[in-house]
């Protein structure tokens, strides 16, 4: 295959008329890639806020998708899988609010990401949801993002990879769609010297094999042949039953460290506290609503401006006195995790001035985990903790405790009574 390849990806990139040229080369390119990464940063940002609504037409999404779509000819149509179509009622984005959200979060996780493995845990994410209509296509959105390692997708590069490798893609699937990405990074490398750690220029050679602008060559026994397509799918089916298994153990952690946060932020709004949940969880869903929901926007500024703002403002829960801007309570949520950077942004927070010290701050963890605590906050970098107020707070104390604690309590001092001094 090797030789037979090479010719036409020399000829490829000769012909004035093809991908190579029109569009790898093309100057607006790369100025293209800045302005679909900003708009892709808003999408992110309506759906956050809930402004994003419930359709296509009018959107940031659909500006742009068209923003991608007038790439030249290799995208023409890009827009199509984003389509509503109304019928089918897919994309599953627009009317299902879980599901935009999700496709927001996949968008956000890789604009924020940097590495292969990361990007391919959004996608795996993402497909473990089943959106019904929400395929491959995206990759189209997240080439812009990650062009070393995501490759664009349509019909034209499928059919392309197809004749090239004798493989057997198909359309809709993301496991297809994996699989074919190792075909390509393993095609790409194979010919370096001709193409470019920019998968932008293999996907345009495959537009153009696709498309039937060339006739590829004949398969010979250098081709991945059907069986090596068989051990490339049997392989990206293999991955994606580990992940779920180690996804299926995530989610539960997640669930228990989001619910107890939204005990901690329940408690301290019905005790007159204003609450600040940590920025990185502020759109997970609790109870069917966002975490931060009624939760302070905003930390104050003595907060937000002052040293340890960055750490600080990673905290899970603060409760802030009603009438200043000085933080009441702290509390850092210790699901399973070592509590090792849980205590490194309490202490930011103790060294800000910001803390009330006699209210101390709060580790939340499992009742099992007392010991644990206890055991690690005997090490020498913690020693600077012992002179703070901190307490372990149980699962089980609060869960028992918050309703009547909610209905009758005051201040701090409940919380207190049902919680250990650990230093």
Known sequence: MSDRVRDLIEQWRRDPAATYQTWFLWDERLKNFRSIRRGIGQVVEEIEAGRFGVAYRGSSLETIVHSVAEQRQIFKGADHAFLWKPKLRIPDIYENAANQRAFG??????????????ILTGIRTIDQLR??????????????????????FNTAIVNGYNA????????????????????????????SDLLSNDLG?????????????????????????????DARLAEARAEAVKFEKTALQQRET????????????????????????????????????????????????????????ESIRLIDVLWLEGDTDRVAAAFEVEHSTTIYSGVVRMLDLALSGELNISAGLFLVAPDSRENDVRAQ????AFSRIADLNVRYLPYGELE?????I?????????LTEISHRVT
């Open 406 to 414: 909610a209905r009758f309590g005051t201040g701090l001092r409940a």
């Open 400 to 404: 028992r405790h918050r309703a009547s």
């Open 164 to 191: 090239i490798t004798g493989s057997k893609v198909k359309l809709g699937s993301w496991e297809h769609y994996l699989a074919m990405r190792q075909g390509i990074l393993a095609l790409n490398a194979r010919y």
């Open 105 to 118: 979060r996949l968008l956000h996780h890789c604009s924020c990401c940097s590495t292969a493995t990361e």
């Open 254 to 309: 997640d669930r228990t460290h989001t619910e107890i946060q939204g005990w901690v932020r329940d408690l301290g709004r019905a005790l007159g506290y204003r609450v600040w949940i940590a920025s990185n969880d502020r759109g997970r869903q609790h109870e069917g609503a966002r975490l931060s929901e009624g939760c302070l926007q905003h930390l104050p500024p003595s907060l937000a401006n002052g040293p340890g703002a």
């Open 201 to 229: 220029a293999i996907a345009g050679f495959l537009f153009d094999v696709g498309s039937g602008r060339y006739p590829a060559p004949p398969l010979d026994g250098e081709s991945l042949s059907a069986s090596g397509w």
């Open 131 to 152: 959106i019904k209509g929400l395929g491959p296509a995206v990759a189209n959105l997240i080439y812009f993002l990650h062009p070393t390692h995501v490759s664009p």
């Open 377 to 380: 906050l005997q090490r020498p």
